[in-house]
């Protein structure tokens, strides 16, 4: 069965600094999707960014970008010049075609002005 | 934003009671789900729709039912609620972004169960 691991709980930063979120997932297929939700104190689900498993190249959204390692397993996140707005729990998602989404547990993300 | 809503948006119900949630879309889009939102699991699906009268179950979907007589909605029953099912559910849609999959989601529905 797939599985997506976020191992860090909670983690802060100051106010315009960089921070990376940590993934990892276990897959047997080849070809599928991993995205980044976030999800601020109001509970809406925001998708961050969405990266295909048949693509190279790292995706990248404005400040949001990730570092996608197919063989490792490895789906981290990096927030550059961290906002105040950006303080939300954040969520990693594994999917193949129109299947279910396999969420981590979940990131929690402090900004510290 | 993709056009999602659920209602009712907070309920509180007693035990053993039949309770049902609604999710509708403005996006046409084939594939449904219901998720459910617990403190240290993420989210997990609870049933999907691939199209109207067609579901199927997911991993949580003990003391679940649903039921999609029409594209746009997606309605997510509790036939006789219990203090477990106490949560917050959500609804998404699947489809396609140009050539790249996504789901996005509804605002959710904060459940409890007395």
């Known amino acids: 069965a797939q599985t997506v691991t976020q191992s860090q709980p909670e983690m802060s930063v100051q106010e315009a600094e960089t921070v990376t979120l940590s993934c990892t997932y276990d897959?047997?297929?080849?070809?599928?999707?991993l995205f980044w939700y976030k999800q601020p104190p109001s509970r809406q689900m925001i998708l961050v960014i969405r990266?295909?498993?048949?693509?190279?190249q790292n995706a990248t959204e404005n400040r949001f970008s990730v570092n996608f390692q197919k063989a490792a397993k490895s789906f981290s996140l990096k927030i550059s010049d961290s906002q105040l707005g950006d303080a939300a729990m954040y969520f990693c998602?594994?999917?193949?075609?129109?299947?279910?989404?396999?969420f981590g547990q979940g990131t929690r993300l402090t900004i510290n002005p | 934003d993709a056009g999602i809503t659920q209602s009712p948006r907070h309920k509180v119900t007693e035990t053993g009671t039949p309770v049902t949630l609604r999710c509708h879309q403005t996006?046409?889009?084939?594939?449904m789900y219901w998720y459910r939102q617990d403190p240290g699991h993420g989210l997990r699906l609870i049933h999907y729709?691939?199209?109207?009268?067609?579901?199927d179950k997911g991993e949580v979907s003990d003391g679940y039912s649903v039921s999609r007589s029409k594209t746009e909605d997606f309605l997510l029953t509790l036939e006789s609620a219990t203090s477990s099912q106490t949560s917050v559910y959500f609804c998404?849609?699947?489809?396609?972004?140009?050539?790249?999959?996504?789901?996005?989601f509804g605002p959710g529905t904060r459940l409890l169960v007395l």
């Open positions: 998602a594994y999917g193949v075609g129109a299947q279910k989404l396999v």
């Open positions: 897959t047997s297929e080849s070809d599928y999707y």
């Open positions: 990266q295909e498993a048949y693509k190279q």
């Open positions: 996006e046409n889009h084939r594939y």
């Open positions: 729709s691939y199209g109207v009268k067609d579901t």
């Open positions: 998404a849609i699947g489809g396609t972004s140009g050539p790249r999959w996504t789901q996005y």
